[in-house]
Nanobody
Framework: QVQLVESGGGLVQVGGSLRLSCEVS????????VGWFRQVAGKERVLVAA????????YYDESVKERFTISRNDAKTMAFLQMNNLKTEDTGLYYC????????????????WGQGTQVTVSS
């Protein structure tokens, strides 16, 4: 059973940076996919970025390309989201989520979720 704990959120100004971390524990699979979702009150969650823990299959939402970078550590126990040049529209509650087997970018396929970490970008 995979468990996820995310951290690293905070309050930053427009143009600033944050690095989110997702700790992956429990039973893991070689084909595990990790995704970062953003949720704003009253709106559906949006997949911001995703990767296989092999590190070689990666997805970015168009709105964050060239600004955000998703990665993992060599031990495949952590997933990161480096967020640069932050904009007010990046504000939201960020969740780390996982699908145990197989690559996906469909929200409904992510069955394991962390508790969320708040990112607030202020002007």
């Amino acid at each position: 059973q995979v468990q996820l704990v995310e951290s690293g959120g905070g309050l930053v100004q427009v143009g600033g940076s944050l690095r989110l971390s997702c700790e992956v524990s429990g039973r893991t699979f070689s084909s595990l996919t990790v995704g970062w979702f953003r949720q704003v009150a009253g709106k559906e969650r949006v997949l911001v970025a995703a990767l296989n823990l092999n590190g070689y299959t990666i997805y970015y939402d168009e709105s964050v390309k060239e600004r955000f970078t998703i990665s993992r550590n060599d031990a495949k126990t952590m997933a990161f989201l480096q967020m640069n040049n932050l904009k007010t529209e990046d504000t939201g509650l960020y969740y780390c989520a996982a699908r145990e087997k197989g690559w996906t970018i469909r929200a409904a396929d992510f069955g394991i979720w962390g508790q969320g970490t708040q990112v607030t970008v202020s002007s």
